[in-house]
């Protein structure tokens, strides 16, 4: 009689999380890089390959790390941040995990964070806005003046447009 063993390798992901004042909980998962799960290109050109047809921010050939996801929760809303693009967040607990993480909500459909994520001597920053509900990443930049700015600011500013009242449904 054969005997068949099945071995199973899992990829390990790494779960942090952080709470901000105002009940909200940020959840972000990162895990390894896969390499079938992008378009890769131009590797052997140069120190930077292109991922999905874009140089990966502050990192030489292939990411290691990807951000999986990132979810906020507030008031009995979850909303999935956009993290595309985001790798090697350096997000050990020497690094000090979620501690570069901002933000707030003026109610639990408008709300502002802001994060810096390092690795390795490089650095990006990420600023993302939920209003009325819906989502927007709108800055991913390894401009050191903004690293700068979001290092000395670290709660994104109080827009008018994120404190109005959210619109019903």
Same mark, same amino acid.
């Given at each position: 009689?054969?005997?068949?063993? =099945?071995? =199973?390798? $899992? @990829?390990?992901?790494?779960?942090? $999380?952080?709470?901000?004042?105002? *009940? &909200?909980?940020? /959840?972000?998962?990162?895990?390894?890089?896969?390499?079938?799960?992008?378009? &890769?290109?131009?590797?052997?050109?140069?120190? /930077?390959?292109?991922?999905?047809?874009?140089?990966?921010?502050?990192?030489?050939?292939?990411?290691?790390?990807?951000?999986? !996801? &990132? /979810?906020? +929760?507030?008031?009995?809303?979850?909303?999935?941040?956009?993290? +595309?693009?985001?790798?090697?967040?350096?997000? #050990?607990?020497?690094?000090?995990?979620?501690?570069?993480? *901002?933000?707030? =909500?003026?109610?639990?459909?408008?709300?502002?964070?802001? @994060?810096?994520? *390092?690795?390795?001597?490089? @650095?990006?920053?990420?600023?993302?806005?939920?209003?009325?509900?819906?989502?927007?990443?709108?800055?991913? !930049? /390894?401009?050191?003046? &903004?690293?700068?700015?979001? #290092?000395?600011?670290?709660?994104?500013?109080?827009?008018?447009?994120? +404190?109005?009242? @959210?619109?019903?449904?």
């Amino acid at each position: 009689m054969l005997a068949l063993a =099945c071995f =199973c390798v $899992q @990829a390990h992901a790494d779960t942090y $999380q952080r709470h901000l004042p105002g *009940a &909200i909980m940020v /959840t972000l998962v990162d895990g390894p890089f896969h390499e079938g799960d992008h378009h &890769i290109d131009h590797c052997n050109q140069a120190d /930077t390959c292109l991922v999905d047809h874009l140089p990966p921010l502050m990192t030489l050939g292939l990411p290691t790390v990807e951000i999986k !996801s &990132i /979810t906020v +929760s507030v008031g009995g809303m979850t909303y999935a941040l956009p993290s +595309s693009r985001m790798f090697n967040p350096g997000l #050990s607990s020497q690094s000090g995990g979620l501690e570069r993480f *901002a933000g707030y =909500c003026a109610n639990r459909f408008n709300c502002a964070f802001r @994060a810096r994520f *390092a690795e390795a001597g490089g @650095a990006y920053a990420a600023e993302w806005i939920i209003r009325n509900g819906v989502a927007t990443r709108t800055v991913l !930049s /390894t401009s050191i003046d &903004i690293s700068t700015l979001f #290092s000395e600011n670290r709660m994104p500013p109080r827009d008018e447009k994120c +404190s109005l009242p @959210a619109r019903t449904f």
